[in-house]
């Protein structure tokens, strides 16, 4: 097999990444946006020693699953990667792709049980994060670049944003400021960040630059304020001067009202800042949290939080339980948890700024010893020696297990089965709908033996 080479293929299955598999000569070809059941000629643009890359050449036959996409960036962009794909059966994929690697790598022979599929798959993200070309235009990366593919009115955003960003261009545009250039390291503007509370309509506008200030600060919110009104409450200027490709620095400086919004998740107000960690699809988070309080099944018992982050999901359990126990790293974080609490009159609930390992010395010198542990890791799932401090110092009766990544999941499933918890039940979520990503929580119960 070489590139350019052309072959006649069947897609078989579905990558993690969302791309179509077929097999040539026992080789594995990735092909994106294919869909199972298609039948195609495709052209070989890269090959590795065990798998190979392709692209679409001609359509032969397609799959009974497609449909017409709906983006006129879709085969650029690289958000999403099912558009071209009724929703039931990415469901169906998203649901198999969790199983599979429970099997696979956790080496746990157990079904899911039915993906809770989403109720919206537009419109439906709180959160963007816009890169910014040259001309002032907004828009996503390409997969696996950092080429900006332009974008202004995203189906996966609120209306809202497409037009905070047709006023942030013609900002950009009218007075002349200059967009940042990754490989020179020169420019202003770096990012357009966009966040927007459902309930109370609020919106935050952040402009992420390669430096201390903007000129004409107030031209842009006067730009920003008349297309957005009364729901704008806050413009804030989030300073990165690092050469990195991490999105936000450290600090903000609130420029135009307030430094926060406020939302509202499982009945509890939260109070988000640019930097906070928050679900983007707030209608499927509850969704998610509600199966998490299910698993918990914590009535008057004590909940320990872990990676709470600004408490949301500790805090919407808080009601059934005896306590609720946060622990969360970033000192931030801790005093979003604790405001958050204070302002839903929630007493029964503290926050600890530790790690894992610190929290549990201070809880057994109180000897407090929770029954009921929940963790909502990062991407890269949880450290080995974190599931020791879990299992073998707090020693639950149940974990609760919120996961974006079903590979780590599973990674973790099969330590902590070695670490004398079963996996009793598991559930994808499908918060993110149009992409390759999705949510899963799960029930792990300590062994009697």
């Not at 559930?427 to 992409?435: A, W």
Request: some cysteine; hydrophobic content about 40%.
């Amino acid at each position: 097999m070489n590139k350019n080479d052309i072959f006649n293929v069947e897609i078989t299955a579905m990558s993690a990444e969302g791309s179509g598999i077929a097999r040539v000569d026992g080789m594995a070809v990735f092909i994106p946006q294919t869909a199972v059941g298609d039948i195609a000629d495709i052209r070989i643009v890269k090959v590795k020693s065990r798998y190979a890359y392709g692209i679409i050449e001609k359509l032969i036959k397609p799959s009974d699953i497609r449909v017409n996409p709906d983006c006129s960036v879709f085969k650029q962009c690289g958000g999403c990667v099912y558009r071209h794909i009724d929703y039931k059966s990415e469901c169906e994929i998203k649901r198999m792709r969790i199983a599979d690697a429970v099997k696979r790598i956790g080496g746990i022979d157990m079904e899911p049980k039915a993906i809770i599929c989403a109720e919206e798959t537009i419109r439906y993200r709180n959160k963007a994060q816009y890169p910014v070309l040259p001309s002032g235009d907004v828009g996503f990366y390409a997969t696996h670049s950092h080429r900006i593919v332009p974008c202004g009115d995203c189906l996966l955003q609120p209306m809202q944003f497409a037009k905070a960003s047709k006023a942030f261009k013609e900002w950009i545009t009218d007075n002349s400021i200059s967009v940042y250039d990754e490989k020179s390291g020169r420019g202003l503007v770096r990012h357009f960040y966009l966040r927007r509370a459902e309930t109370s309509g609020e919106i935050m506008a952040v402009i992420v630059i390669n430096g201390n200030n903007i000129p004409f600060a107030d031209n842009l919110v006067a730009r920003l304020k008349a297309v957005l009104a009364d729901d704008l409450k806050s413009v804030q200027l989030n300073i990165n001067t690092a050469d990195t490709n991490v999105i936000l620095g450290d600090k903000c400086v609130t420029v135009y009202g307030s430094d926060f919004i406020t939302d509202t998740l499982c009945g509890v107000k939260v109070r988000l800042a640019a930097l906070s960690f928050y679900q983007v699809n707030r209608c499927m988070a509850e969704k998610l949290y509600m199966k998490a309080a299910q698993y918990a099944n914590a009535k008057n018992e004590d909940i320990l939080d872990l990676y709470c982050g600004a408490g949301t999901i500790g805090l919407s359990m808080a009601n059934e339980a005896k306590g609720v126990i946060g622990v969360e790293i970033v000192p931030q974080a801790v005093e979003d948890a604790k405001f958050n609490a204070q302002e839903n009159g929630i007493t029964n609930a503290e926050f600890i700024c530790a790690d894992a390992s610190e929290a549990a010395k201070q809880l057994a010198r109180r000897n407090i010893s929770p029954k009921v542990v929940i963790v909502d890791p990062p991407r890269k799932g949880c450290d080995e020696d974190l599931l020791k401090t879990i299992a073998n110092d707090f020693s639950p009766e149940r974990i609760v297990y919120v996961s974006c990544d079903p590979s780590t999941f599973a990674r973790d499933a099969a330590r902590l089965s070695e670490l004398g918890y079963n996996l009793v039940e598991y559930t994808g979520v499908d918060l993110f709908p149009r992409t390759s990503h999705v949510e899963t929580v799960a029930l792990f119960v300590k062994s009697l033996i």
